[in-house]
T-cell receptor
Framework: DIVMTQSPDSLAVSLGERATINCKSSQSLLSSSSTNNYLAWYQQKPGQPPNLLIYWASTRESGVPDRFSGSGSGTDFTLTISSLQAEDVAVYYC?????????FGGGTKVEIK | QVQLVESGGGVVQPGTSLRLSCAASGFTFSSYAMHWVRQAPGKGLEWVAVISYHGSDKYYADSVKGRFTISRDISKNTLYLQMNSLRPEDTAVYYCGNAGFGSGTYLPLEYWGQGTLVTVSS
C-alpha cells in the first residue's frame, strides 16, 4: 500500500501570511504513460464533509480561490495557501489515487496565529 | 446540482451487519466510479472502497476486505455498502463520493455526501 505522510500535523499562521503543507508518498504518483501525478488535496471544516481543492497535484477545482495552489511531482507535494484567510481554518488532507487502496495522509490542521 | 445522500447508519452490536445506502442525483450515476470513505470520531479520513462505473471492478481497504461489499444499482441511482462482522473500530461517519472528471476508477472524489454515522458498541 502507498503510505501518505503529511507534515506538519498542525500549524498556526497569521492572517494574510503564507501556509505551506507537505505531503510525501512512499512511491511515485507520476503516471508512466502521462505527465499526471495522481495526488489530490481536500479541505475539511468542522462538521462538514471534505471538499476537493486540488487534483492532478496542481489543478485547482472549479470555484476554489486562487490563493490555494498545489505543486510537486513524484513523491513530494506541497499545498500552499498564499494569504491565509479566516475561512481557511480547517484540516487539509492529501490523497493518492494512483492505485488501490487509495490512501489519505493523516491531515494537517491549520489555525490562525 | 449533484446530490449524494447517505442513509442506513445507526447503533449496532459487534458481530452484526448493516447496509448503508447513498442516493445519487444531479449527474449520470452510471458514468462514474463511486467511493466510500469513513472518518472515526476525531480522526482522519480513511478510504474504504471503490466500485467502477460499470460495477465490475471493486477494491477495498485491507481493514474491511472480506467483511464489506460495495455495490451499485443503476436503476435506482444508489450506491450500497454491505457491512458484515462489524467491529468497534468500524465506528465512524461513512461518506459516499463520486470519482469526478471521467469514467476512470482512479480519480479523486469530486462530490461528497454529508455522511451517516455508524456506531458499533455493545
Amino acid at each position: 500500500d502507498i503510505v501518505m505522510t503529511q507534515s506538519p500535523d498542525s500549524l498556526a499562521v497569521s492572517l494574510g501570511e503564507r501556509a505551506t503543507i507537505n505531503c510525501k508518498s512512499s512511491q511515485s504518483l507520476l503516471s508512466s504513460s502521462s505527465t499526471n501525478n495522481y495526488l489530490a488535496w481536500y479541505q475539511q471544516k468542522p462538521g462538514q464533509p471534505p471538499n476537493l481543492l486540488i487534483y492532478w497535484a496542481s489543478t485547482r477545482e472549479s470555484g476554489v480561490p486562487d490563493r490555494f495552489s498545489g505543486s510537486g511531482s513524484g513523491t513530494d507535494f506541497t499545498l500552499t495557501i498564499s494569504s491565509l484567510q479566516a475561512e481557511d481554518v480547517a484540516v487539509y488532507y492529501c490523497q493518492q489515487y494512483y492505485t488501490a487502496p487509495l490512501t489519505f495522509g493523516g491531515g494537517t490542521k491549520v489555525e490562525i496565529k | 446540482q449533484v446530490q449524494l445522500v447517505e442513509s442506513g447508519g445507526g447503533v449496532v452490536q459487534p458481530g452484526t451487519s448493516l447496509r448503508l445506502s447513498c442516493a445519487a442525483s444531479g449527474f449520470t450515476f452510471s458514468s462514474y466510479a463511486m467511493h466510500w470513505v469513513r472518518q472515526a470520531p476525531g480522526k482522519g479520513l480513511e478510504w474504504v472502497a471503490v466500485i467502477s462505473y460499470h460495477g465490475s471492478d471493486k477494491y477495498y481497504a485491507d481493514s474491511v476486505k472480506g467483511r464489506f461489499t460495495i455495490s451499485r444499482d443503476i436503476s435506482k441511482n444508489t450506491l450500497y455498502l454491505q457491512m458484515n462482522s462489524l467491529r468497534p473500530e468500524d465506528t465512524a461517519v461513512y461518506y459516499c463520493g463520486n470519482a469526478g472528471f471521467g469514467s476512470g476508477t482512479y480519480l479523486p472524489l469530486e462530490y461528497w455526501g454529508q455522511g451517516t454515522l455508524v456506531t458499533v458498541s455493545s
